[in-house]
């Protein structure tokens, strides 16, 4: 019976998915084909999805389903929503951070970040954003294929001159009729009361149906939807996540981050070689007993038979100086916290090291990503790491490219289950299953180290020998010498970046 079922419920959408092309088509695209762009008359001939996602939308009724495509394919032409690309939008528009994809709900649904206070209301700039959202949600949907989004509109530290209700009325209309079945819900943090009004008038735009879909938040309420690893701090959460353009593949969805193993055409016994003798030449080597007391310092609870362990592996790390700066995640624990710092250009482009320390009682794989694939080798790019064990891993740049300060990586982690296999094809299947709620994500910006000169012999003389200072000192003290110097990017005096 159920297999009967399911077969009449196909025949049916199969029937109006094929009425629904053959009605625009002979009442629409006859009369109005100068008013669409031609690639959407064409997707919707072919494209049994796209078709399903406005007929759900409107409750399968075909005659409202066609007049939701006549809007919707007249503003996909009049905004050029195809050809849109990063130089459609002003820089300063994508710089500012205003509107981003980020992070997942407790649902597993992508967040669509929407930072009203960054939003002043101006006639003049007012296509550019919506040019923006349109960006972001046709790269999100041409990818997630009516996967749904949440929007959060964070309407933390907003003033009157951020209202917008023609903006805001765009943004639903976006779900409404431009992309159908695409939001899961409206998470709307800390509302100032003088909105109350407004949000009245939205409730009406987005009908009775849809207005059980807004979820207004206070710092508290928010973590019922959104858990607090995926939470900036003003929201009460621990996301360490700063925006900053151009952003990560990964969070803008153009295209696919790429992973970076071994060289398939490398002899790995040469790689191994090569690896080894130069990392000695390009990173001071740091006495293994100094070593030890450092690690000892910044990590007072490790165990010394750790430090003595992690003494013992391969001896190419042996010639890399443990970085110094700790994120502290929910499973791993991550070094450095926030840039990769490669040596100086003036004599090449030298390796450096990232170190994972697993906090959890479980094993966690990880993976190691790069917004510039083609640049960089990453040994070990997907592993796991043990209960209480720490993995090193190599970033070294290859054939002649330079590090650039807009490269980045992205570190995923997840716990296993203590019976999962951590070969190459169990991994593959675990990254395959795992929910994404269920993901850690870490970024680190690339950093090259302008001068060669004495810094990390300075760093090396003083900071090691100082046995009465504390990490935090020794961390401090890095930041002297400009090691860990932090200056966002975007952030230089343009005189565009003041309003979004």
Known sequence: MTA??????????????????????????????????????????????WVESYLSWRHNVVEETL????????????????????????????????????????????????????????QKTILDKKKLIAFWLERYAKRENGKPITVMFDL???????????FVRFIINCFKVYYPKYLSKIVIFDMPWIMNAAFKIVKTWLGPEAVSLLKFTSKNEVQDYVSVEYLPPHMGGTDPFKYSYPPLVDDDFQTPLCENGPITSEDETSSKEDIESDGKETLETVPNEEQTALLKKLNPSEPT???????KGDSKIKSFKKPLSVFKGPLLHISPAEELYFGSTESGEKKTLIVLTNVTKNIVAF????????????????????????????????????????????????EMEQSSGTGPAELTQFWK????????????????????????????DNAFNMSDKTGEDIYLQTLEFGFLTDVPYGHQDTGCLGSF
């Open 305 to 311: 038979s750790k430090v003595e362990e992690n003494e």
């Open 67 to 122: 007049k939701m495509l006549d809007e919707s394919f007249q503003w996909r032409k009049e905004i050029c929503v195809n050809d849109l690309t990063e130089s459609s939008i002003p820089r300063w528009l994508l710089e500012i951070g205003g509107i981003y994809l980020h992070g997942y709900d407790k649902e597993g649904n992508k967040l669509f970040w929407i930072r009203v206070k960054y939003h002043i209301k101006d």
């Open 367 to 414: 993976k190691v990503r790069t917004t510039a694939p083609e640049k960089y080798r990453v040994k070990p790019s997907n592993s796991s790491c043990d209960p209480g064990a720490s993995v090193d891993i190599i970033v070294s740049p290859h054939g002649g490219f330079i590090v650039s300060a807009q490269d980045r990586f992205l570190i995923m982690a997840a």
């Open 156 to 166: 933390s530290d907003t003033g009157l001159n951020s209202i917008d209700m023609d």
């Open 4 to 49: 009967t079922m399911a077969e009449n419920h196909a025949q049916i959408k199969a029937k109006l998915i094929s009425e629904t092309r053959r009605r625009f088509e002979a009442e629409y695209v006859t009369e109005k084909s100068d008013k669409y762009d031609p690639r959407d008359v064409e997707r919707l001939q072919q494209d049994d999805n």
């Open 433 to 460: 299953q795992v929910p994404r709620n269920k993901v850690m994500e870490h970024r680190l910006r690339c950093h090259t180290v302008e001068s060669s000169k004495p810094n990390t012999l300075t760093l090396k």
